[in-house]
C-alpha cells in the first residue's frame, strides 16, 4: 500500500553561540512559507527547526559567558524559539541536541555505524577550526582556515574515524542518477567537484573538550558535532526510539523531503550526511536545497562580522509580514541578497499598504457601503476588461504554483502582485464611484460586476499569498467574509467561487503605510542595540583571534556606522565607539611558565591559560620581571591580536602593561580582587 502524502521540511539547527539574527529568519521564514502552502495543498506537513548546542565552540562561549555550557544552551536556544513565535513560524516541533531524545537516537546511530562496519578507531593529527567546527587540510600549526580565514588549532589525539573514503563512488553515482538531490545546480558542480577530488576518512569524535554526547561505551571520546547536528534530521521524528508511536512517526516521514540551507554548510549536508546515512542502510532525503545570503553593505551578515541586523527590530517597527514578505519577495533565492532598512520600506509600501492593501481597503469599503456589504451579484454581460481579470487570475494561478515549486518565490510573488496591480488599475478606469452615482440598473449592474471582480481577484491573490504574510492575509479573508484561510484548500483555488451575498467583516486598514521616521527609529534601534553589550556577540568567542582586516572595515560600516553617518556630521577627533572597543578581547590570564628568550634581553616567554586554552606569549618585559615570579599570576591579555613572531616564536595575544617614564619600563595590570581565569574584561 502507498504510504499517505506527506512532506518533511527541515531547517538547518542553528548553533546557539550567539542571537538570532535575520540570516538565521530568512532561512526559518523560506521553510515556512513552504511548509504553509503545503498544509494547504492537502500535505500531510511536518516543518522541523531547532538549535545546535554541543562542541566546542559553545563551551568556549558558555566559558566565555561565565556560566556552564547548558544554561548557556537554554538561554540562547530560548530566543530562538521567542523569536520563531513572533515571527509566526509554524514549525511542529524544535529540536535541541541536548535533549535525551537526541543524544539516545545520536547514540543508536554511532552504533548502527559501528555494527555495519563503517567506524574504527584511529589517531587524528592536523588542524581543526573551531569557528566552523571543521578538520581542514591547513599547513601546519596555526595556518588558516580555507573556510574563514581563522587560525585553525592543532589537535592530535586518538579518535574514532568514519570510512568517508569508501563512499566516494556511491555519492558519486548519487549525484548521477539523481540530479534534483543537490539544488540549485551551481552547488551540486561544487559538491561533486569536491568529492571527485577524493574523499579521505573522517574523525568523528574528540577527546580534548567534554561538551558533546559520548561515544557509546567509551565516554572519554564525544561524537564530532557535525554527526550530531546532522543526527537531529531523524532523532526528532523518533528514530532511536524504542515506543512503537515514535517508530512510526520515523517510517512515516523520513526521508525528509527537503533540507533547507545556506550555502555554506552545503558539503555538511551533501557529502557526509548522505554518506552517514548510506553506512546506517537508512532512506537518504530527497533534496538538498541551498539558498545564498543575506548580505549587509555587501558582506555576509554574521554575528563575527558585527554586521547583522536583528528581526527584532523590524517586529517591534513593522510587524512580521512585511520582513516575511521582504525576504521572500526581495531576495533571489539561491542568490545572495541585501538587506537595508530602506529597501524594506519601500516594499512594504509599494507592495503591501499601496499594493494589496489598497485594493482591500478600496474593495471591502466599496462592497460595505453601495451594496450592504454583500458580496454583490456580478451581471451577465461581462467587459473584455472583465474577462481579462478572469483570465489573468487563472494564468496567476497556475503561474505561482509552478515557481513557488521551483523555490522562485520572488517571481512567484512578483507572479501575484502583477494581478493585484491590474486590478488596481482595472478599479480607477473602471471608476466604481462614478458608477454608484449614475441612476439606472445598468449602472447598478455594472457597478456589482466590478466589484464582483475585485473582491474576486482579492480573494484569490490573499489565499495565494497566505504562506508568506499570514497573518495579514487571514485578516483580509475574514474581511472578505470568509472563515479559516489556513483550512482553505489551495488546490481547487480557481475563478467564480466567492459566494454571492456572503455577507464581509468589518472593514479595517491592513497595512498602515510607514513614513521615513520608521526606517530613522530602527536604524536608531539597531544602533542602540549593537552599541549596548545586549546584542553584542560577547559570547561569541573569537577563537584564536585573527579577523580580517576586511571584516574590520565591515563593522566599522555595519549598520550603526550607517545610521550614524546620515544623521550625524562627522566627528574629526580620535575617539573611538564602544563597538570599536567591544573588538577587543581582552581576558584573565594565568601564567604557567615564564623563561627568558635566548640572544633576546627584553624577551619572556610566556604559557598563560586563558581558561580555554594556554597561550605562548612573547613579551618584552624581561628586563622589569624575573620569570620564575611571574608564575601563579594573574595577567591581562589581549586574546583577539593576530598572531606574530617575536625571535622565530610565536606570540599569540599580547599582555596589557602601563609603560612609565622615557625607557617605557613596563608594569603588569592586575586585579586586587581574586578573578577567574578567562574572564572577560569591557
Ligand atoms: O551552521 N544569510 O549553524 P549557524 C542567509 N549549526 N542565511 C544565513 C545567514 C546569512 N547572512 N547567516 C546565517 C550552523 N544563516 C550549524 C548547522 S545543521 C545540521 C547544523 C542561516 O548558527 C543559514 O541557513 O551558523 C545558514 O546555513 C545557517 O543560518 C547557519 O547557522
Given at each position: 500500500m502507498d504510504k499517505p502524502a506527506k512532506f518533511y521540511i527541515t531547517t538547518p539547527i542553528y548553533y546557539v553561540n550567539a542571537r538570532p539574527h535575520i540570516g538565521h529568519t530568512y532561512t526559518t521564514v523560506v521553510c515556512d512559507a513552504i511548509a504553509r502552502r503545503q498544509r494547504m495543498m492537502g500535505m500531510d506537513t511536518f516543518f522541523l527547526t531547532g538549535t545546535d548546542e554541543h562542541g566546542q565552540k559553545i563551551e568556549r562561549s558558555a566559558t566565555a559567558a561565565g556560566c556552564s555550557p547548558q544554561e548557556f544552551a537554554d538561554r540562547i536556544s530560548a530566543e530562538f524559539r521567542q523569536l520563531w513565535d513572533r515571527m509566526n513560524l509554524s514549525y511542529d516541533d524544535f529540536i535541541r541536541t541536548t535533549e535525551p531524545r537526541h543524544i539516545r537516537g545520536m547514540q543508536a546511530l554511532f552504533t548502527r555505524l559501528q555494527e555495519r562496519g563503517y567506524i574504527y578507531k584511529g589517531s587524528y593529527s592536523g588542524q581543526y577550526c573551531v569557528f566552523d567546527e571543521l578538520y581542514v587540510d591547513a599547513a601546519g600549526p596555526g595556518a588558516p582556515c580555507p573556510e574563514c580565514g581563522r587560525p585553525t588549532e592543532t589537535v592530535q589525539e586518538e579518535n574514532y574515524f568514519f570510512k568517508?573514503?569508501?563512499?566516494e563512488e556511491r555519492l558519486l553515482k548519487l549525484y548521477a542518477e539523481q540530479p534534483d538531490f543537490i539544488r540549485p545546480e551551481a552547488r551540486r558542480n561544487e559538491v561533486v567537484a569536491f568529492v571527485r577530488s577524493g574523499l579521505r576518512d573522517l574523525s568523528?569524535?574528540?577527546?580534548?573538550?567534554?561538551?558533546g554526547i559520548p561515544?557509546?561505551?567509551?565516554?572519554?571520546h564525544v561524537i564530532y558535532v557535525w554527526l550530531d547536528a546532522l543526527a537531529n534530521y531523524i532523532t526528532a521524528i523518533?528514530?532511536?526510539?524504542?515506543n512503537p508511536a515514535d517508530k512510526k512517526k520515523f517510517e512515516h516521514y523520513w526521508p525528509a523531503d527537503v533540507h533547507m540551507v545556506g550555502k555554506e554548510i552545503v558539503r555538511f549536508h551533501c557529502v557526509y550526511w548522505p554518506a552517514f546515512l548510506m553506512a546506517a542502510e537508512l532512506p537518504l532525503p530527497k533534496a538538498i536545497v541551498a539558498h545564498g545570503w543575506l548580505l549587509f553593505e555587501e558582506s555576509k551578515m554574521s554575528k563575527s562580522r558585527g554586521n547583522i541586523v536583528r528581526s527584532e527590530t523590524i517586529l517591534d517597527n513593522l510587524g512580521a509580514d512585511p520582513l516575511r514578505y521582504f525576504l521572500l519577495r526581495e531576495i533571489v533565492f539561491g542568490s545572495d541578497g541585501s538587506f537595508s532598512f530602506d529597501a524594506l520600506v519601500e516594499r512594504f509600501n509599494a507592495d503591501l499598504a499601496n499594493g494589496l492593501g489598497n485594493l482591500s481597503s478600496r474593495t471591502l469599503s466599496m462592497i460595505s457601503r453601495y451594496f450592504e456589504g454583500e458580496i454583490p451579484y456580478p451581471s451577465q454581460e461581462r467587459s473584455a476588461d472583465d474577462e481579462a481579470i478572469a483570465a489573468l487570475a487563472g494564468k496567476t494561478i497556475s503561474d505561482f504554483h509552478a515557481q513557488f515549486e521551483q523555490f522562485q518565490f520572488s517571481r512567484a510573488l512578483e507572479t501575484a502582485w502583477g494581478l493585484v496591480s491590474a486590478v488596481n488599475k482595472y478599479i480607477v478606469e473602471n471608476e466604481p464611484w462614478a458608477l454608484a452615482e449614475q441612476p439606472g440598473q445598468d449602472a447598478r449592474a455594472r457597478l456589482a460586476t466590478v466589484l464582483y471582480t475585485a473582491a474576486e481577484a482579492l480573494r484569490i491573490v490573499t489565499a495565494l499569498a497566505y504562506p508568506v504574510i499570514p497573518e495579514s492575509t487571514a485578516r483580509i479573508w475574514r474581511q472578505l467574509?470568509?472563515?479559516?484561510?489556513?483550512?482553505?484548500?489551495?488546490?481547487?483555488?480557481?475563478?467564480?467561487?466567492?459566494?454571492?451575498?456572503t455577507k464581509i467583516g468589518k472593514v479595517e486598514p491592513v497595512f498602515p503605510r510607514a513614513d521615513k521616521s520608521t526606517i530613522e527609529r530602527m536604524q536608531q534601534m539597531e544602533q542602540e542595540r549593537s552599541s549596548s553589550?545586549?546584542?553584542?556577540?560577547?559570547?561569541?568567542?573569537?577563537?584564536?583571534g585573527a579577523q580580517t582586516g576586511q571584516s574590520a572595515r565591515q563593522a566599522a560600516t555595519g549598520p550603526a556606522a550607517s545610521a550614524s553617518a546620515e544623521t550625524k556630521p562627522a566627528v574629526a577627533d580620535s575617539r573611538i565607539t564602544i563597538d570599536d572597543f567591544l573588538k577587543v578581547e581582552l581576558r584573565v590570564g594565568e601564567v604557567k611558565v615564564a623563561e627568558k628568550v635566548k640572544g633576546a634581553d627584553k624577551l619572556l616567554r610566556m604559557e598563560v591559560d586563558i581558561g580555554t586554552e594556554v597561550r605562548q606569549i612573547v613579551a618584552g618585559i624581561a628586563k622589569a620581571y624575573e620569570p620564575e615570579k611571574l608564575v601563579g599570576r594573574k595577567v591581562v591579555i589581549v586574546a583577539n591580536l593576530q598572531p606574530r613572531k617575536l625571535r622565530g616564536l610565536e606570540s599569540q595575544g599580547m599582555i596589557v602593561a602601563a609603560s612609565l617614564g622615557d625607557d617605557g619600563t613596563p608594569v603588569l595590570a592586575g586585579f586586587l580582587e581574586d578573578v577567574p581565569v578567562g574572564a572577560k574584561l569591557k
Open positions: 568517508l573514503s569508501a563512499m568523528v569524535s574528540r577527546t580534548t573538550f567534554k561538551w561515544v557509546p561505551g567509551d565516554p572519554k523518533g528514530f532511536g526510539s524504542d467574509g470568509l472563515s479559516d484561510i489556513e483550512k482553505f484548500d489551495l488546490r481547487q483555488l480557481s475563478w467564480g467561487q466567492l459566494q454571492l451575498g553589550t545586549e546584542s553584542k556577540p560577547a559570547t561569541d568567542v573569537s577563537v584564536g
